[in-house]
C-alpha cells in the first residue's frame, strides 16, 4: 500500500511540471489515473476511482482521433466506468437486502 501511495504521489508531482495542452501532461494524467485505479483496486475507496475517471478523462481529452495511444486511454476510462457502474450497482443491491431484512424482522416481530 505504501508504494502506490508514493507512487500517486510521485505521479502528482509529475502532472503539475506539465501546463494545460502540454502533450506530456497526457501520459502524466493516464500514470496517475492507473495508479489511482490500481489503489482503488487494493483498498476499494471510492474517491480513488472517482478521481482515476477524472484523470483517465483528462487524458483523453489530449489524445484525439488518431493518436496512438488514444485507445489505451479509452479502455483504461471504460474500465474504470465499469468498475464504478458495478460499485454502484453494489450499493443499491445492499441497500435493498438491508431494507429487505428489515421488514423480515418487522414481519417476524
Known amino acids: 500500500m505504501t508504494n502506490l501511495n508514493n507512487q500517486n504521489t510521485r505521479y502528482r508531482k509529475e502532472l503539475k511540471r506539465y501546463r494545460p495542452g502540454d502533450v506530456r501532461r497526457a501520459e502524466a494524467l493516464f500514470k496517475l489515473a492507473d495508479s489511482l485505479d490500481d489503489r482503488f483496486l487494493e483498498k476499494g475507496e471510492g474517491v480513488d476511482l472517482d478521481d482515476a475517471i477524472e484523470f483517465h478523462r483528462?487524458?483523453?481529452?489530449?489524445?484525439p482521433a488518431g493518436h496512438p495511444q488514444r485507445d489505451t486511454s479509452l479502455c483504461s476510462l471504460a474500465l474504470c466506468l465499469w468498475a464504478q457502474m458495478g460499485r454502484t450497482a453494489y450499493?443499491?443491491?445492499?441497500?435493498v437486502l438491508i431494507s429487505t431484512k428489515r421488514l423480515l424482522y418487522i414481519d417476524r416481530c
Open 91 to 95: 450499493n443499491s443491491c445492499v441497500k
Open 58 to 63: 483528462g487524458a483523453l481529452s489530449l489524445r
